[in-house]
């Protein structure tokens, strides 16, 4: 199949759209850009086109995907309840980078929801990816749109790299303006629980509803509660090995492997560090030591740098979690393989973590 790139920025984008909606409708796949990454869209009310993005993405079938609404009232139709504190959550944070996991009605078919009785729902807020959901007429189910295993796209190339042949379009609207994954959050029994840390960071959840953020997010329990935290994720073409810890530590660290491994390995870190570095090193400088949003935005574009310069193995720069750091080393934690070094103690968190493929 020839994939078709379609530009949102075409003075002739209100019609190329209504084409793609008609082909969503006729079972098609669409990849469209949303704040966070891409998404792979299609039918979320067609358990057959929704099977085409599991075969496009080779991504194991018991990982629930996401169904993308134009707003409350179509989330609506697609859950079988809608309680107060959801509603309220949606109110405030959508269109956005939120996702509720909530019970699904019976027009959700089990090829979206992975066979749960639940659905995860977001109101994106591209207009783009509006744009798609109103053309269509439905609910978009849509994972983010690389290969199972592989980094998230942020742009449309990294879209095209990854599904030119497989897919029917891409639309193309820039870059992602935050560039990691929502935030998916699930409130059965009036607790928000945190399945995956995202865009909206836990700060936000807890100034907005202090009284129901459970405990347990505050405690760091670790076992997935969304079922694709479980798999291999984000994973770059070489490993990595991500130092965290006192800053000046860290950067002495990374200054000592880049003399003794000049050439062979590839750096992944802050600025303040990269100017420390030798010149010449295989080198991704990620943003300012600490600022959050720009590390967030250029993540996963870090990771697929190295798909065009091989190394043997990369050096990661971590940071705090704090805000949207959380999910940042969410992302990181799972892109090494759960090789975090604190350089404080030298020693390695959460060791032996079980590696499987993912999306
Ligand atoms: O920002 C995003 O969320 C992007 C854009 C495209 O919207 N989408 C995205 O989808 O990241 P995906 O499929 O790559 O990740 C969805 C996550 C997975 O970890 C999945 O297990 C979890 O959400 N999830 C989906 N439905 C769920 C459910 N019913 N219960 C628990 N977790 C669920
Ligand atoms: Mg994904």
Redesign the pocket.
């Known amino acids: 199949m020839e994939t078709r790139l379609v530009s949102a920025s075409e003075p002739d984008f209100e019609g190329q759209v209504i084409s793609l909606g008609a082909a969503v409708r006729r079972g098609e796949v669409v990849s469209f850009p949303?704040e966070?990454?891409?998404?792979l869209g299609a039918d979320g009310l067609n358990g057959d086109a929704v099977k085409k993005i599991y075969q496009a993405k080779g991504r194991p079938s018991d990982?629930?995907?996401?169904l993308?609404v134009s707003g409350i009232a179509q989330a609506e139709t697609v859950a079988r309840s809608i309680s107060p504190l959801e509603r309220k959550l949606m109110n405030q944070f959508w269109p956005g980078?939120l996702?509720l996991?909530l019970p699904k009605s019976e027009q959700v078919p089990d090829e979206t929801?992975a066979g749960?009785d639940?659905?995860?729902v977001?109101c994106?807020a591209h207009p783009a990816a509006q744009a798609l959901i109103r053309a269509a007429g439905r609910p978009l189910a849509?994972?983010?749109a690389n290969l199972s295993g592989k980094p998230?796209p942020t742009t449309a190339e990294g879209v095209m790299h990854d599904m030119k042949g497989r897919i029917f379009a891409v639309i193309d609207g820039g870059p992602c303006r935050i560039g990691l994954?929502?935030t998916?959050i699930s409130c059965a029994g009036g607790h928000i629980v945190i399945?995956?840390p995202?865009a909206v960071t836990l700060e936000e959840l807890r100034e907005f509803a202090p009284a129901e953020i459970d405990r347990a997010v505050l405690t760091g329990s670790s076992r997935p509660?969304?079922?694709?935290?479980k798999y291999r994720h984000y994973a770059p073409s070489a490993p990595l090995t991500v130092y965290v810890g006192h800053a000046e530590e860290v950067e002495n660290k990374i200054l000592t492997l880049a003399q003794e491994k000049a050439g062979k390995y590839g750096f992944f870190v802050s600025r303040e560090t990269a100017a420390r570095l030798p010149e010449g090193l295989p080198l991704f400088v990620w943003g300012r030591r600490g600022d959050h949003r720009e590390m967030a935005h250029r993540l996963f574009e870090g990771l697929l740098y190295f798909n065009a310069h091989p190394v043997e193995q990369i050096i990661g720069e971590g940071t705090d979690t704090a805000g949207i750091g959380m999910a940042i080393m969410n992302r990181l934690t799972k892109a090494s393989g759960y090789h975090i070094i604190i350089e404080e103690t030298g020693s390695s968190v959460h060791p032996g973590e079980e590696e499987r493929r993912e999306?």
């Open positions: 949303t966070t990454v891409y998404g990982n629930p995907l996401i993308h980078p996702t996991v929801s749960l639940t659905v995860g977001r994106p849509a994972p983010s998230s994954e929502s998916v399945y995956r995202g509660k969304a079922p694709g935290m999306s």
